[in-house]
T-cell receptor, first 114, second 112 residues
Framework: IAGITQAPTSQILAAGRRMTLRCTQD?????MYWYRQDLGLGLRLIHY???????GKGEVPDGYSVSRANTDDFPLTLASAVPSQTSVYFC?????????????FGDGTRLSIL | GQQLNQSPQSMFIQEGEDVSMNCTSS?????WLWYKQDPGEGPVLLIA?????ELTSNGRLTAQFGITRKDSFLNISASIPSDVGIYFC????????????FGQGTILTVHP
């Protein structure tokens, strides 16, 4: 079934460690996004990529980096994790930024930083 | 930046009752979207609104894009237990349909 795959499903991480959250889509969508979800705050955009080879900062980019080497993969890296990065992270994709298409979301990665 | 205020934060209703929730924005949006999130899953799009004043239905769900372009509401009629979940409004003000601003969410509980 086509869609978005996020890995890991959940992770407990010590503060200061480096962590990469993986996101892969098989729909050949051009645009991909990373959001974090926190209780009472909804989902907030961290980084995005309109097409392979390009990335941009969202609302809360500090402490995170992304890369888009190809169309299918959009990993999110925490270089040195801090407790405030404890959250549920969602990856999403769209066929293109100018199309009236719904975003497809993965099932999320639950990350706890101790 | 743009902010969305979604209310109510939570609702506890009896099966069969109608539900209404809304979002207001501090700035104009060009698109309003309503999502539902079930536990352990990502948000799933329920209704998309692209024009001010637009009223759109999807089964028992009805949503409207406010004429001021700063608000939207979602109604659920004759609620059923599977309506339980978190409902989010989302919008954006530009032409890039992916960079969404989300509301804080409404947690809906339906008692049989």
């Amino acid at each position: 079934i086509a869609g978005i795959t996020q890995a890991p499903t959940s992770q407990i991480l010590a503060a200061g460690r480096r962590m990469t959250l993986r996101c892969t889509q098989d729909m050949r969508h051009n645009a991909m996004y990373w959001y974090r979800q926190d209780l009472g705050l909804g989902l907030r955009l961290i980084h995005y990529s309109n097409t392979a080879g390009t990335t941009g900062k969202g609302e809360v980019p500090d402490g995170y980096s992304v890369s888009r080497a190809n169309t299918d993969d959009f990993p999110l890296t925490l270089a040195s994790a801090v407790p405030s990065q404890t959250s549920v992270y969602f990856c999403a994709s769209l066929p293109g930024t100018g199309l009236r298409q719904p975003q497809h979301f993965g099932d999320g990665t639950r990350l706890s930083i101790l | 930046g743009q902010q969305l205020n979604q209310s109510p934060q939570s609702m506890f209703i009896q099966e069969g009752e109608d539900v209404s929730m809304n979002c207001t924005s501090s700035s104009i949006f060009n698109t309003w979207l309503w999502y539902k999130q079930d536990p352990g899953e990502g948000p799933v799009l329920l209704i998309a609104l692209y024009k001010a004043g637009e009223l759109t239905s999807n089964g028992r769900l009805t949503a409207q894009f406010g004429i001021t372009r700063k608000d939207s509401f979602l109604n659920i009629s004759a609620s059923i237990p599977s309506d339980v979940g978190i409902y989010f409004c989302a919008g954006h003000g530009g032409t890039s349909y992916g960079k969404l601003t989300f509301g804080q969410g409404t947690i809906l509980t339906v008692h049989p």
